[in-house]
């Protein structure tokens, strides 16, 4: 079993629609959560990261963290465009393990 | 965010060369920094961790003697990967780990080097 997994994707949503993200995590010890955006040929950017259970919002992001169900998701509101884009969960035990990341097209 | 360079970005060489890359935190001093390889349209693979003044924990699979890794600095990390094949090349992605004021941590990536070997 995959250390991290995401919905596979690709996602195309129409511009100004929302975005969702999905991810699960297998080691329930876990503490620290990200969520990554990777445009084509560059480096992760981190967009957010969420400790404890709940939702998180920092603009057009939300994430949202359930431990008990080792789950964790990434929704994009008013998605545009330039939001298309690789998004990557990474999750925290010892170390930062990826999942294979999720391809976000929004179409205009 | 943080600032994480990484030079060369990009590097050509023929197979059985040796390539250096550099990895700097350029606004923090980092104790740890992480060296991470990435294939075409797959996720990121740590290859080891770098410890300031310790040797670097490689994980499993990865060629101590082949990605020689030094972090002889604060604000320094580097990979060298020896005896390079073509089977070597792809994105070689370095960060830097940085506890926040809120009891976690964050990672902040370099902009990352694409390496071809020929």
């Known amino acids: 079993q995959k250390e991290v997994e995401q919905n596979s994707g690709p996602l195309s949503v129409p511009e100004g629609a929302i975005a969702s993200l999905n991810c699960t995590y297998s080691d329930r010890g876990s503490q620290s959560f990200f969520w990554y955006r990777q445009y084509s040929g560059k480096s992760p950017e981190l967009i957010m990261f969420i400790y404890s259970n709940g939702d998180k919002e920092d603009g057009r992001f939300t994430a949202q963290l359930n431990k008990a169900s080792q789950y964790v998701s990434l929704l994009i509101r008013d998605s545009q465009p330039s939001d298309s884009a690789t998004y990557l969960c990474a999750v925290r035990y010892y170390k930062l393990s990826f999942g294979a990341g999720t391809t976000v097209t929004v179409r205009a | ?118």
């Open chain 2, 1 to 118: 965010g943080a600032v994480v360079s990484q030079h060369p970005s990009r590097v050509i060489c023929k197979s059985g060369t040796s390539v250096k890359i550099e990895c700097r935190s350029l606004d923090f001093q980092a104790t740890t920094m992480f060296w991470y390889r990435q294939f075409p349209k797959k996720s990121l693979m740590l290859m080891a961790t770098s410890n300031e003044g310790s040797k670097a924990t490689y994980e499993q699979g990865v060629e101590k003697d082949k990605f020689l890794i030094n972090h002889a600095s604060l604000t320094l990390s580097t990979l060298t990967v020896t005896s390079a094949h073509p089977e070597d090349s792809s994105f070689y992605i370095c960060s830097a780990y940085r506890p926040t004021g809120q009891g976690g941590d964050e990672q902040f990536f370099g902009p990352g080097t694409r390496l071809t070997v020929l």
